[in-house]
T-cell receptor
Framework: DSGVTQTPKHLITATGQRVTLRCSPRSGDLSVYWYQQSLDQGLQFLIQYYNGEERAKGNILERFSAQQFPDLHSELNLSSLELGDSALYFC?????????????FGQGTRLTVV | TQLLEQSPQFLSIQEGENLTVYCNSSSVFSSLQWYRQEPGEGPVLLVTVVTGGEVKKLKRLTFQFGDARKDSSLHITAAQPGDTGLYLC???????????FGGGTRVLVKP
């Protein structure tokens, strides 16, 4: 158990819909990262938050947005969903803004868009 | 094109054999990490290497960071079925702490 909790574990929704994925980081971790993993692919970095502030942005679509709340949990919002958005979405957390982040990953949310 | 290229993409070997997975880039990284991911789970950190030329050993796993800090390798000695999984390298470039992942190498160790 990494200590990172993601909900829900599975999500099936229709095209055009909007969903929210939730992540609770490890206790004490200030950084949260979101990644997308398509079938048999590596992880694509989406966005990072550190202590409530956006720290780095990757290949995140304009239809996607995220935020980190004062209690440090984070949400990833995906809207106007397309079939190609079907993927595993992982959240990871790390201790802080260290030069060498050691990320702990949650079990992921499997999103299926039909 | 991935910033970090892993090779091979897939490796199938018999129990007891050795294997090496490579992670290459044209960019310099301040650190390189290796993760292993099993089906239905998130990646789990195996090791972090930060110094060019550094070699780290974890039981039967040996990790090396290239002298120029552009590449890394993972060598497994006497592989076991429990080593089966997706191995991912991830790098952090200087002046940033964003983890960039390679495409992964799927390893299958047959009993």
């Amino acid at each position: 158990d990494s200590g990172v909790t993601q909900t829900p574990k599975h999500l099936i929704t229709a095209t055009g819909q909007r969903v929210t994925l939730r992540c609770s980081p490890r206790s004490g971790d200030l950084s949260v990262y979101w990644y997308q993993q398509s079938l048999d692919q590596g992880l694509q970095f989406l966005i990072q938050y550190y202590n409530g502030e956006e720290r780095a942005k990757g290949n995140i679509l304009e239809r996607f947005s995220a935020q980190q709340f004062p209690d440090l949990h984070s949400e990833l919002n995906l809207s106007s969903l397309e079939l190609g958005d079907s993927a595993l979405y992982f959240c990871a957390s790390s201790e802080g803004d260290r030069e060498v982040p050691e990320a702990f990953f949650g079990q992921g949310t499997r999103l299926t868009v039909v | 094109t991935q910033l970090l290229e892993q090779s091979p993409q897939f490796l199938s070997i018999q129990e007891g054999e050795n294997l090496t997975v490579y992670c290459n880039s044209s960019s310099v990284f301040s650190s390189l990490q290796w993760y292993r991911q099993e089906p239905g789970e998130g990646p789990v950190l195996l090791v972090t290497v930060v110094t060019g030329g550094e070699v780290k050993k974890l039981k039967r796993l040996t990790f090396q960071f290239g002298d120029a800090r552009k590449d890394s390798s993972l060598h497994i000695t006497a592989a076991q079925p429990g080593d089966t999984g997706l191995y991912l390298c991830a790098g952090v470039k200087a002046a940033g702490n964003k983890l960039t992942f390679g495409g992964g190498t799927r390893v299958l160790v047959k009993p």
